[in-house]
């Protein structure tokens, strides 16, 4: 590992360029709109909380309904800054919950080829693979019929197990 000094030198010249700060606020922003626009579109299904920028490593906002509040469950939209994709995460109240919950979903599709819980939720999918940020309202509306389609899956499949 090098110094701290080198990678603050390389830091201050990125951040000199500016585009890292350009790209930052603009995907920011675009994940307020779709917490806003699937607050709006989707208010018959979920609730939906605040958005929380992350470090510059994910940028997310939760979602749940009735069934999952139940289950101390909730959904999180996340955008993953390192390897930009979207993907649906699905986040347990507490530790208990979490392993619960990864006792039941380990060896689904959505935790395919995962030998242990990941490290923040019970599962992690990716819903869109390589956005194009060019066209925002062809991503949304992409984004929402996926959230959708994967939602309704893995709550089905809560739903149809004898834990839940």
């Not at 606020?25 to 607050?39: C, E, H, I, P, T």
Request: glycine fraction near 4%; proline fraction near 2%.
């Amino acid at each position: 590992m090098k110094p701290l000094n080198n990678y603050v030198e390389i830091y201050k010249e990125q951040l000199d360029k500016g585009d890292i700060q350009e790209a930052y606020g603009r995907l920011v922003k675009f994940v307020m709109k779709l917490n806003s626009s699937f607050s709006n579109d989707l208010a018959d299904r979920y609730s939906f909380g605040n958005l929380f920028q992350g470090y510059m490593d994910y940028t997310y906002f939760y979602f749940s309904d009735d069934f999952l509040k139940k289950r101390k469950l909730r959904f999180g939209l996340v955008l993953n800054h390192s390897k930009m994709r979207f993907e649906i995460w699905l986040l347990g109240q507490n530790i208990k919950v979490q392993e619960k919950y990864w006792q039941i979903l380990k060896d689904t599709k959505w935790n395919k080829n995962r030998t242990s819980r990941p490290q923040y939720s019970v599962l992690e999918a990716i819903i869109l693979e390589n956005p194009d940020f060019n066209n925002l309202d062809k991503l949304t509306q992409q984004l929402k019929k996926s959230l959708i389609k994967f939602t309704d899956e893995i709550t089905e499949h809560i739903q149809n197990c004898k834990l839940a």
